[in-house]
């Protein structure tokens, strides 16, 4: 009887020793599962704030506003200076298509382009029709720079030949580099001025002819919206 009490006590030993070591060893690997599920819980709530912050801050950024159609022609306009009786004036221009030959022109607002004949177009000052420039476009395959500068220098010859004097334009072709070449004469006529000048881009030859009047003084002003076409 003893002996049956003493292996009975002893499995009543060994299973709850055997129960012990089965709850001390199932205890810490579920506590880690349940921090490591709440550290991945954790990681996954801090990710969404800072996704949710980033969309908080480009929602929060101004779009940027669309231009209107006024400021877009603002800055489409140019200017021009030229002198006028030692005086320099800065002038808004636009831009004008010749309707019978291939170029283009910006002029100041205060001037207007007319076809004046097949291959000549005529650029009028619009407070005074007398004040005015002559253009004539012409192919580069037609003729050379130098023919039409010689032609030139024979019409103011002929026009005024005791006072023809010859432009200085050795400025324009160091601040002007499209322009390849260009030269002019100045006449005097009765008060009134007559001025030819020749210039050469890469595409055509400019042939303008400027009348001027010393009180007036819109040579440098004619020469300037010259130097635009194209």
Not at 58 to 70: D, R
């Amino acid at each position: 009887m003893k002996k049956s009490l003493t292996a009975i006590s002893t499995a009543l030993i060994l299973s709850t020793v055997l129960a012990a070591c089965n709850t001390d060893t199932e205890e810490p690997i579920t506590k880690a599962a349940n921090e490591e599920q709440l550290e991945n819980e954790q990681v996954q709530s801090d990710e969404q704030q800072e996704e949710q912050q980033e969309e908080n801050t480009e929602s929060a950024e101004p779009a940027e506003e669309p231009k209107n159609e006024q400021d877009v022609k603002k800055e489409e306009i140019t200017t021009l200076t030229y002198s006028s009786n030692n005086q320099p004036f800065t002038e808004e221009v636009v831009e004008a298509k010749s309707e019978e030959m291939n170029y283009s022109i910006q002029h100041f607002e205060d001037y207007t382009l007319v076809a004046e004949e097949p291959g000549v177009d005529h650029l009028i000052f619009n407070k005074d029709d007398k004040l005015s420039m002559q253009i004539e476009v012409i192919n580069k395959e037609e003729a050379t720079f130098e023919q039409i500068k010689a032609t030139a220098k024979e019409t103011i010859s002929a026009i005024a030949p005791d006072n023809l004097k010859e432009l200085d334009f050795s400025t324009i072709l160091t601040e002007r580099p499209e322009i390849l070449n260009i030269t002019g004469y100045e006449g005097v006529v009765d008060g009134e001025k007559v001025v030819k000048v020749v210039l050469e881009r890469s595409n055509l030859i400019a042939a303008l002819t400027i009348y001027d009047t010393p009180q007036a003084d819109l040579m440098d002003a004619f020469i300037q919206m010259g130097l635009t076409i194209h």
